[in-house]
T-cell receptor, first 114, second 115 residues
Framework: GAVVSQHPSWVICKSGTSVKIECRSL??????MFWYRQFPKQSLMLMAT?????????EQGVEKDKFLINHASLTLSTLTVTSAHPEDSSFYIC??????????FGPGTRLTVL | GENVEQHPSTLSVQEGDSAVIKCTYS??????FPWYKQELGKRPQLIID?????GEKKDQRIAVTLNKTAKHFSLHITETQPEDSAVYFC??????????????FGGGTRVLVKP
């Protein structure tokens, strides 16, 4: 199946700093990528839909100025958590949709904000 | 929007027994129902999916059933093995998905298979 990577796999940062997470589709082009957030022992909650060449679509309750998404190419989407706080600590997972509309998940990024 | 409910939240079974997880959805337009298995700290992995034009699908020890009238679908795992222990998520979506259509996940079921 198609491969999606994320970088970094984990990150620890101080409160108030910004963190950028990359999501790459390695062997296919993805016009659409999705960003999810998963708290411990909970389900995946969609944060936003990232569309190549246009603005991301955010889910209700997700602050677009807090979680900046850029989908500059068909293989890369980035999520920047700005001015991170401890409550932003979570597991962030991206997924990418291929030309057959199948969705493939990245390995996730564990963010810990001190 | 779509709302997916999943039960039970935890399920403990003896090795060799069957496990059944049930999900209900609210949007009658949904027509694609995948199931994912997620091990601790790992990405969700698609294990089986079903489209609304069929009522049942099997893949070795795993089967999924769909009742569109009642808007519920179920995952059945037979002859469970310890490596089946994981968290399982159901999801619902509209397929093919134009940009903006999305997967809505159930709350997850933590399955523990006891040797």
């Amino acid at each position: 199946g198609a491969v999606v990577s994320q970088h970094p796999s984990w990150v620890i940062c101080k409160s108030g700093t910004s963190v950028k997470i990359e999501c790459r589709s390695l062997d296919f082009q993805a016009t659409t990528m999705f960003w999810y957030r998963q708290f411990p022992k909970q389900s995946l909650m969609l944060m936003a839909t990232s569309n190549e060449g246009s603005k991301a679509t955010y889910e209700q309750g997700v602050e677009k100025d807090k979680f900046l998404i850029n989908h500059a190419s068909l293989t890369l989407s980035t999520l920047t958590v700005t001015s991170a706080h401890p409550e932003d600590s979570s597991f962030y997972i991206c997924s990418a949709k291929d030309s057959y509309n199948e969705q493939f998940f990245g390995p996730g990024t564990r963010l810990t904000v001190l | 929007g779509e709302n997916v409910e999943q039960h039970p939240s935890t399920l403990s079974v003896q090795e060799g027994d069957s496990a059944v997880i049930k999900c209900t959805y609210s949007d009658s337009a949904s027509n694609y129902f995948p199931w994912y298995k997620q091990e601790l700290g790992k990405r969700p992995q698609l294990i089986i999916d079903i489209r609304s034009n069929v009522g049942e699908k099997k893949d070795q020890r795993i089967a999924v059933t769909l009742n569109k009238t009642a808007k519920h679908f179920s995952l059945h795992i037979t002859e469970t093995q310890p490596e089946d222990s994981a968290v399982y998520f159901c999801a619902a979506s509209i397929f093919p998905r134009a940009a903006g259509n999305k997967l809505t996940f159930g709350g997850g079921t933590r399955v523990l298979v006891k040797p």
